[in-house]
């Protein structure tokens, strides 16, 4: 009944016979272990049935407990599953792919959520810098319609910063704290290049590999179907695998695109913040500044599109 519990399963060694044990009546919620059984091979149960089942005497030919049996007590259920030994082959090959494919998954999971970490650790604080200087010139908000992208695009044209810009600049951040931000998101923008490249698209692959070769074995019927191997959900799982890697390709465009933007960005609001600045910037600042360069023609024209779209400052899109 539903209130019964399977306690042990056990599969014979030649795979002939597949023993459970199952609880007394209310064991469904009950936790209590019981010890292990062993079906011997050689001993072979009553059959019931046509359909190949075996069970045992206080067990009908259905699985269920016959009325007056000792519905209270334990008892075993023991069923034939000889289709299992005549394709032991068969078993070994998928259960093969089938602990290689959960590994590779696991290896791409795991990848993606050290990636996701380091992520979260590097946006973080540039978010919430690019909010204070959202809040600043939403205080300063004396003309309609002015906002943050207008803003960077008034300074990128005049080369001085508004007042909304001056006292974000001088008030909430620094030379120090925005060489930081920009150190922090460029190495986790390479970082996930870096893992994109080396780890999920190469998963990717191996799954599409693993997948196919399990999709050809289900297209083997009258070998494969007896074991459950059954080629829809395999199919599902290949365009799963497809997406992971045309997704792989996306944000590595997407962090390209992103590499650009934060460094043109950066480089002008660390000048802005030097020429802000009342002390005199350390050498290690001024040498990582002028390293920077000036933004190239090219960089700049594609800072003043994604100011004019106003496209997200937070880096939305990785």
Not at 274 to 280: D, G, I, T
Request: with cysteine; glycine share 6%; proline share 5%.
């Amino acid at each position: 009944s539903a209130s019964r519990r399977p306690r042990v399963v056990r599969l014979s060694p030649d795979l002939r016979c597949l023993a459970v044990l199952v609880g007394p009546a209310g064991s469904a919620s009950s936790s209590m272990s019981m010890p292990s059984v062993g079906v011997s091979p050689k001993t072979p149960p009553r059959q019931a049935g046509n359909r190949g089942e075996l069970s045992s005497p206080a067990v009908g030919g259905d699985g269920e407990v016959r009325p007056g049996s000792g519905s209270e007590t334990e008892f075993v259920l023991v069923l034939d599953t000889r289709r299992l030994a005549v394709r032991r082959r068969e078993l070994a090959l998928v259960s093969v792919m089938s602990e290689r494919l959960t590994a590779v998954a696991g290896y791409a999971r795991r990848a993606a959520e050290t990636l996701a970490q380091v992520w979260r650790g590097a946006v973080d604080g540039f978010a919430n810098k690019m909010r204070a200087l959202t809040e600043t010139i939403e205080a300063y908000k004396f003309v309609e319609g002015r906002s943050i992208h207008r803003e960077l695009l008034l300074t990128c044209c005049t080369g001085n910063p508004s007042d909304a810009l001056h006292t974000f600049l001088l008030k909430q951040t620094s030379v120090q704290q925005l060489l930081r931000l920009e150190r922090g998101l460029m190495q986790a923008l390479e970082y996930a290049n870096l893992v994109v490249s080396t780890r999920l698209q190469v998963s990717a692959q191996h799954l599409i590999t693993i997948l196919h070769e399990m999709h050809a074995c289900a297209g083997w019927a009258h070998k494969f179907k007896s074991i459950g191997l059954d080629p829809a959900p395999l199919k599902t799982l290949m365009v799963q695998a497809q997406d992971l890697n045309r997704l792989g390709e996306h944000l590595l465009i997407e962090c390209s695109q992103a590499r650009g933007f934060v460094r043109t960005l950066f480089q002008v609001l660390l000048r802005l913040a030097q020429k802000l600045s009342e002390s005199a910037p350390s050498p290690s600042e001024a040498s990582h500044v002028a390293s920077m360069g000036s933004p190239t023609r090219e960089d700049m024209d594609k800072f003043i599109a994604c100011m004019q779209e106003e496209r997200s400052l937070e880096i939305a899109e990785v």
